[in-house]
């Protein structure tokens, strides 16, 4: 199977959207396309699609679109259910139905050969057993039952009518179908939205082990590092391919883009070199044939363009928190969070500058979380308390605090009346909303557009804890970095709600995790938590019977935990005095070098002197450090 794409283009009007698409799917490729928001990712997506959508691109090349066999292409937009009153079970089953049809066939076979045994009938069944067997027939029951509960569904929810879902399960019906149908292409636009880590985890290992080819737009880096086998920038309306994962991808265009840089700047400084020689000598008679052959070698030359620089127009913040909280940020204890009923039991303690991510499966309470401690919803049972001079904010994933009849201006300012409006416009500014776009409604704006307003409002607002509610969603991979660039940056106390595990990992120094029995409270970034999950069920531990354990010394484990966070400052604040001390040394063995030290033996015993007790000093850090470490 392969699919092709040569020079084409598209556009809306009079403007292009894509100007040259030159873009080829192979047979098993894992491809991603990647670039910010609007860019036209999935644009490409619907031209694989529709090819209608396509023309002509600016390219020398001709326009072809080239088709090996009939390949099946699947889009989520594609995927409809004809009768509302079937259950998910029997949509889903129609994903097998090839499957079914031979299971079918090979039981009536059987049927027949208890009855009469002939060469061409047990030739037939032998022969259909094999084509099972090849198309998972004795593994295609498990599959679907897996994803099923992986996508967050019980074994009740089968034998629902489709008409019974809510339109967000309908959609993650629809993807399923999608998936488990296994198209010869299959597209998918976004995959990760609204799943949570559990079920990303598990699409992710599909994904991987998927027998055709995939193509992928996502913001996802962990997900696409861990699948994607090529990836497709779209930039300045081009599309350049890169092969490899996202980390690939990410090495080779800043190797690209330096090597083209530093041959364009070399090939500029020799054209000019050439055109001076070419200058000062073309006029004079014994001179001219060498001027012209410097000429002719400019002509001759393939000239190297300046490449672009990387698109990374993003937003970013100074941020200033004017009064620090107390050490203490805030105490939970056996807190139980719900609405009707109990969805989960917390307790930890957060420390000022410390900052928690709390992830796990969709509807186990994360979000409640946050409601609840922010007083937005009542607690069930239970204690929370804030330590002193905390100052809070919080960023809610429904952005229900915008008002869609405002606009972008009015919207920031009725929150800082005493900002002039220059004040207002550089606020703004610094979130990518300049000119006229301040007076668009918010109603208008896209949905990175109003968690970028959101959080330019929240960050105005220098408060020393953030509570985040799934911030990244609706952003770009560029926009991603630069939250994360900012929030590490932060010198506040910080809790998040996050699906995405490449950002928690940058972010998060501790994790609350909502497992499926309990929640789980762990020092450490994600990867180090991923680490102690594996081990613990490598171990046969039991999560609720360690917490329990841990439970009964509740008290002394927030007190190791003070220790622990004090112990770490004690290594970190070593670290930096050895450094100092050490460059201390090597200023004083430069001294010794000068001339008029080095045969001076007084002063020279001096400098030695002091090298030596500064040693000595290095030497009871460094015996420090390692008793530190090693605790």
């Known amino acids: 199977m392969n699919y092709k794409i040569i020079n084409g283009s598209i556009a809306y009007g009079a403007e292009y959207i894509l100007e040259e698409i030159n873009f080829e799917i192979k047979e098993k490729d894992k491809i991603a396309i990647v670039g910010k928001n609007g860019s036209g990712k999935t644009t490409l997506l619907k031209s694989i699609v529709d090819n209608e959508m396509l023309e002509e691109g600016i390219g020398e090349a001709k326009f072809e679109i080239l088709k090996q066999g009939k390949p099946v292409i699947g889009y989520l937009k594609q995927i409809e259910f004809e009768n509302p009153n079937s259950t998910f079970l029997e949509e889903i089953l129609k994903c097998y139905e090839q499957i079914i049809k031979l299971e079918e066939k090979i039981n009536k076979l059987q049927e027949m050969l208890q009855i009469q045994t002939d060469d061409k009938l047990i030739k037939e069944y032998t022969d259909s057993l094999e084509r099972y067997k090849l198309n998972d027939g004795y593994t295609y029951k498990k599959e679907y039952e897996i994803a099923i509960k992986e996508f967050g569904f019980t074994h009740q929810d089968k034998y629902k009518k489709i008409s019974e879902f ?38 992710e290992n599909y994904l991987k082990n998927y027998p055709k080819a995939i193509v992928i737009v996502s913001h996802d880096r962990m997900f696409l590092d861990k699948i994607v086998n090529k990836v497709y920038e779209i930039e300045y309306a081009t599309i350049t391919k890169y092969t490899g994962n996202y980390t690939a991808f990410e090495k080779q265009k800043r190797e690209n883009y330096e090597k083209q840089l530093k041959d364009y700047e070399y090939q500029q400084k020799e054209i000019k070199r050439l055109q001076m020689i070419a200058d000062r000598f073309r006029f004079k008679p014994t001179k001219a044939k060498m001027a012209l052959s410097k000429l002719k070698k400019i002509e001759q030359m393939n000239i190297i363009e300046l490449p672009n620089k990387y698109d990374l127009k993003t937003f970013h913040t100074n941020f200033n928190i004017p009064e620090q909280s107390g050490n203490l940020v805030l105490s939970v204890r056996n807190l139980q969070v719900g609405y009707d009923k109990a969805l989960a039991e917390v307790s930890f303690e957060l420390y000022k500058g410390q900052k928690l991510a709390i992830i796990g499966e969709n509807g186990k309470g994360k979000s409640t979380l946050l409601k609840t401690i922010m007083r937005y919803i009542p607690k069930i049972s239970g204690e929370y308390e804030y330590g002193y001079h905390v100052k809070k904010e919080y ?183 050895i450094e100092q001390k050490e460059s201390e040394i090597e200023k004083l063995k430069d001294e010794m070098q000068k001339e008029d030290i080095c045969t001076d033996y007084v002063k020279l015993k001096e400098l030695q002197d002091k090298i030596n007790d500064i040693e000595k000093d290095v030497e009871e850090k460094m015996s420090e450090w390692e008793k530190l470490s090693s605790m």
């Open 166 to 203: 809510s339109g967000g399960q309908r959609t993650k019906i629809a993807f399923l179908k999608l998936i488990l149908s296994k198209p010869d292409i299959l597209l998918l636009d976004e995959p990760t939205n609204h799943l949570d880590i559990g079920a990303i985890e598990w699409l």
């Open 395 to 577: 960023f809610d994933q429904q952005l229900d605090s915008l008002n869609p009849n405002n606009t972008i201006f009015d919207e920031f300012s009725k929150e800082f009346p005493t900002l002039t409006v220059t004040q207002i416009r550089q606020s703004l500014g610094a979130f990518l909303f300049s000119g006229d776009d301040v007076f668009k409604e918010v109603k208008v704006l896209s949905g990175g557009e109003k968690v970028r307003l959101e959080l330019c409002k929240i960050f105005k607002k220098e408060a020393n804890l953030l509570l985040l509610d799934e911030p990244t969603n609706h952003m770009d991979i560029v926009g991603k970095e630069s939250l994360e660039n900012i929030l590490s940056e932060y010198e506040g106390t910080l809790i998040f709600v996050s699906h995405d595990r490449y950002f928690v990992n940058k972010i998060a120094d501790t994790i609350l995790a909502f497992e499926e029995q309990e929640v789980v409270y762990f020092k450490g970034n994600y990867e180090e938590y991923c680490r102690y999950k594996s081990e613990r069920k490598h171990e046969g531990i039991d999560y609720k019977e360690e917490q329990s354990n841990t439970k009964k010394n509740t008290n002394n484990e927030y007190f190791i935990s003070k220790e622990i966070t004090k112990r770490k400052n004690k290594i970190n604040k070593l670290e930096k005095e």
